[in-house]
């Protein structure tokens, strides 16, 4: 055999060998995605039910909160209604217990004046 014979011996098997190698890490990135991608739908086989739970429970609160904005819209009306109130209870009772309180504190001292 020549040394050109030997060459072609020696590229044969080194390309068969890269061949082989390149197969088997081929094979193994397959083998990797395969378990990417199983691992990927049972995480989303898992997550799916668990966002519809969220939805229902977000729905859930957007109803209460509704009510408790009603509830709090009639609270503010109580509310106004009785400032209100308090304010026209003011004017009535605060006017004559001033004059009162006046008429008093004159007829003590006409009473004082008088007795002196």
Known sequence: MTVRDWA??????FWG?????ASYALL???????EATRGLRETT???????????ETAAGVNVEL???DTI???VQSITSTTDQLVGV?????SNPLIKVA??????ARASRKMAE
């Open 8 to 13: 072609i011996v020696f590229a044969v098997v």
């Open 17 to 21: 060998a890269l061949v082989v190698m």
């Open 28 to 34: 193994k990135t397959v083998g990797l995605l395969e």
């Open 45 to 55: 086989d898992r997550l799916l039910p668990t966002l519809e739970q969220v939805t």
């Open 66 to 68: 509704a009510r408790i």
């Open 72 to 74: 709090v819209a009639g």
């Open 89 to 93: 209870l003011h004017a009535t009772v």
């Open 102 to 107: 006046a008429f008093a504190a004159g007829t």
